[in-house]
T-cell receptor, first 113, second 112 residues
Framework: DAGVIQSPRHEVTEMGQEVTLRCKPI?????LFWYRQTMMRGLELLIY????????DSGMPEDRFSAKMPNASFSTLKIQPSEPRDSAVYFC???????????FGDGTRLSIL | SQQGEEDPQALSIQEGENATMNCSYK?????LQWYRQNSGRGLVHLIL?????REKHSGRLRVTLDTSKKSSSLLITASRAADTASYFC????????????FGKGTHLIIQP
């Protein structure tokens, strides 16, 4: 079991650029969650998928954020255009069920200059 | 609003002592989960307690749940330097609502 794999681990880019974060879930986990962590707001749920279908995107802060899960092995979170206030650590987590323990990747530390 | 709120925000103790962290939540839950996060890493699941359980043990961890007070506590006995981390509680509301709502965590420092 390789765990949840996120890439890149670190991303530094300039304001206005498009940013794409990637996540490979654990095989067999039907739920995939995207979180954002900052010192001020803690861990926030952005969106989650069940069987590749987006279920709740109410946590997505703005239309600049979008997420896709084209298949059971891959998900992306995209920010376009990026802004300095998007700087945070973004985590992907997966689970066998919606109320089951979640397995987190090591996150992508995003810095928007 | 945050469903899980940990207390204290930070805790520093000597190695070998016990560490107790508390969590409060606002609405009814299906289960409550505790996670640990080491610096620069993702969260790691520690223990899950269901709403109809009052206490659960896992190794040096002991979790209690009081649904009447909407609170939970995590006790780490005989602490070790490697227990230094941030600890989060997360409430699962159930009722078809998936996902977890996390608190801001307790930062635990174990002094050698």
């Amino acid at each position: 079991d390789a765990g949840v794999i996120q890439s890149p681990r670190h991303e530094v880019t300039e304001m206005g650029q498009e940013v794409t974060l990637r996540c490979k879930p654990i095989s067999g986990h039907d739920y995939l969650f995207w979180y954002r962590q900052t010192m001020m707001r803690g861990l926030e749920l952005l969106i989650y998928f069940n069987n590749n279908v987006p279920i709740d995107d109410s946590g997505m802060p703005e239309d600049r954020f979008s997420a896709k899960m084209p298949n059971a092995s891959f998900s992306t979170l995209k920010i376009q255009p990026s802004e300095p206030r998007d700087s945070a650590v973004y985590f992907c987590a997966t689970a066998r069920g919606g109320n089951q323990p979640q397995h987190f990747g090591d996150g992508t530390r995003l810095s928007i200059l | 609003s945050q469903q899980g709120e940990e207390d204290p925000q930070a805790l520093s103790i000597q190695e070998g002592e016990n560490a107790t962290m508390n969590c409060s939540y606002k609405t009814s839950i299906n289960n409550l989960q505790w996670y640990r996060q080491n610096s620069g890493r993702g969260l790691v699941h520690l223990i899950l307690i269901r709403s109809n359980e009052r206490e659960k043990h896992s190794g040096r961890l002991r979790v209690t749940l009081d649904t009447s007070k909407k609170s939970s506590s995590l006790l780490i006995t005989a602490s070790r330097a490697a227990d230094t981390a941030s600890y989060f509680c997360a409430a699962n509301s159930g009722g078809g609502a998936d996902g977890l709502t996390f608190g801001k965590g307790t930062h635990l420092i174990i002094q050698p």
